[in-house]
């Protein structure tokens, strides 16, 4: 409602949406009735407003003040300056988008694109193709691959939970469980890992740093009680002591690779913490302290009969063990 007295301001929506970025940059927070009131429009078509104001790129956040919902930006987004490229930083761009078609279907796959779709609208039409052409020039392939299209929905709402720090409620699918547990997640990091996207946040629920599979999560809520991330919390950390992405207790493991596949190993980083020796016969050990049972295992049988795992006893048994089953099942009948 207006002011008594006050004539309802008569203006495009172009103009009004300016006039309420001003309002909104000039306090350090304003209510949908404040903003209706000095724009002279409903609730409704404020809330239309803000939306329109959030699609646009605006960093707006809400916030409850006791009863009142108040509206602002992140500080400080306007000192942010504009960013330039030079062409050979815009090949590479385009050179690394072809690795993401794996987004294909989500709201990050959507962003990619209209970053792409905004760049070549000020480049002259002779680079724009050219770069488009170099884009093709790789093509990921990616065995097992995720359909994270159908994650869509739970992406959308994950994205704003990062960008505005919101906590979440997490329904999980638990495969060895055959179930479903309810977890409520202050989210920290979103980590792709061999072709697939993992969550990594705060489970208050269960007092500790957790990892999600994001294809496993039903269903996600965005609430409105924000969080602030833990001043000790460092992505990389929370996984050096993990081969992959499974942290659990680390071991010391050592495996032996024969000559054959010896320049292979030994030319590529598979931990932090690994040392390469190189042996009489050609063959090197590699060996390095780290969790990550199941992805050890697979990781050696990977290379079958060019791989011993040495260490650690219990891991060296099991595996034993299973190649023991893998034996029989590939026996001929008697």
């Given at each position: 409602?207006?002011r008594?007295?006050?004539?309802?301001?008569?203006?495009s929506?172009?103009?009004?949406?300016?006039?309420?970025?001003?309002?909104?940059e000039?306090?350090?927070?304003?209510?949908?009735?404040?903003?209706a009131?000095?724009?002279?429009?409903?609730?409704?078509?404020?809330?239309?407003?803000?939306?329109?104001?959030?699609?646009?790129?605006?960093?707006?956040?809400?916030?409850?003040s006791?009863?009142?919902?108040?509206?602002?930006?992140?500080t400080?987004?306007?000192?942010?300056?504009?960013?330039?490229?030079s062409?050979?930083?815009?090949?590479?761009?385009?050179?690394?988008?072809?690795?993401?078609?794996?987004?294909?279907?989500?709201?990050f796959?959507?962003?990619?694109?209209?970053?792409?779709?905004?760049?070549?609208?000020?480049l002259?039409?002779?680079?724009?193709?050219?770069?488009?052409?170099?884009?093709?020039?790789?093509?990921?392939?990616l065995?097992?691959?995720?359909?994270?299209?159908?994650?869509?929905?739970?992406?959308?709402?994950?994205?704003?939970?990062?960008l505005?720090?919101?906590?979440?409620?997490v329904?999980?699918?638990?495969p060895?469980?055959?179930?479903?547990?309810?977890?409520?997640?202050?989210?920290?990091?979103?980590?792709?890992y061999?072709?697939?996207?993992?969550l990594?946040?705060?489970?208050?629920?269960?007092?500790?740093?957790?990892?999600?599979?994001?294809?496993?999560?039903?269903s996600?809520?965005?609430?409105r009680?924000?969080?602030?991330?833990?001043?000790?919390?460092?992505?990389?950390?929370q996984?050096?002591?993990?081969?992959?992405?499974?942290?659990?207790?680390?071991?010391?493991?050592?495996?032996?690779?024969?000559?054959?596949?010896?320049?292979?190993?030994?030319?590529?980083?598979?931990?932090?913490?690994?040392?390469?020796?190189?042996?009489?016969?050609?063959?090197?050990?590699?060996s390095?302290?780290?969790g990550?049972?199941?992805e050890i295992?697979?990781?050696?049988?990977?290379?079958?009969?060019?791989?011993?795992?040495l260490?650690?006893a219990?891991?060296?048994?099991?595996?034993?063990?299973?190649?023991?089953?893998?034996?029989?099942?590939?026996?001929?009948?008697?």
């Amino acid at each position: 409602m207006n002011r008594p007295g006050k004539p309802a301001k008569k203006y495009s929506q172009a103009a009004r949406l300016h006039d309420i970025i001003r309002l909104i940059e000039s306090r350090h927070g304003i209510s949908i009735e404040e903003l209706a009131e000095e724009s002279g429009v409903n609730r409704r078509t404020i809330h239309r407003d803000l939306n329109a104001i959030s699609d646009a790129g605006y960093p707006l956040t809400a916030e409850w003040s006791g009863d009142r919902k108040l509206y602002r930006f992140i500080t400080g987004f306007r000192d942010v300056p504009p960013v330039s490229f030079s062409l050979q930083e815009l090949l590479t761009l385009y050179f690394l988008r072809s690795s993401l078609d794996i987004l294909k279907g989500t709201p990050f796959h959507d962003d990619l694109a209209a970053i792409f779709r905004k760049v070549n609208s000020v480049l002259p039409p002779r680079y724009a193709a050219h770069l488009e052409r170099i884009s093709r020039i790789t093509v990921p392939l990616l065995q097992g691959q995720r359909d994270y299209s159908r994650a869509a929905a739970v992406l959308n709402e994950l994205r704003q939970a990062l960008l505005y720090q919101n906590r979440v409620r997490v329904s999980y699918r638990i495969p060895s469980r055959q179930g479903v547990e309810e977890y409520h997640v202050d989210p920290y990091t979103l980590v792709f890992y061999k072709g697939g996207l993992y969550l990594v946040g705060y489970a208050h629920n269960r007092r500790s740093v957790r990892t999600f599979a994001v294809e496993r999560i039903e269903s996600l809520t965005v609430e409105r009680e924000r969080f602030e991330i833990m001043d000790n919390y460092q992505p990389e950390e929370q996984f050096r002591g993990a081969f992959g992405i499974v942290s659990e207790e680390p071991s010391r493991v050592r495996v032996r690779f024969s000559r054959e596949i010896a320049h292979a190993i030994a030319e590529r980083t598979w931990h932090p913490s690994q040392r390469v020796e190189t042996l009489p016969d050609g063959g090197v050990e590699l060996s390095f302290t780290a969790g990550g049972r199941m992805e050890i295992l697979s990781w050696v049988l990977s290379y079958g009969s060019m791989a011993e795992l040495l260490e650690p006893a219990e891991l060296r048994a099991e595996l034993a063990r299973t190649v023991a089953v893998m034996a029989a099942a590939y026996s001929p009948p008697h």
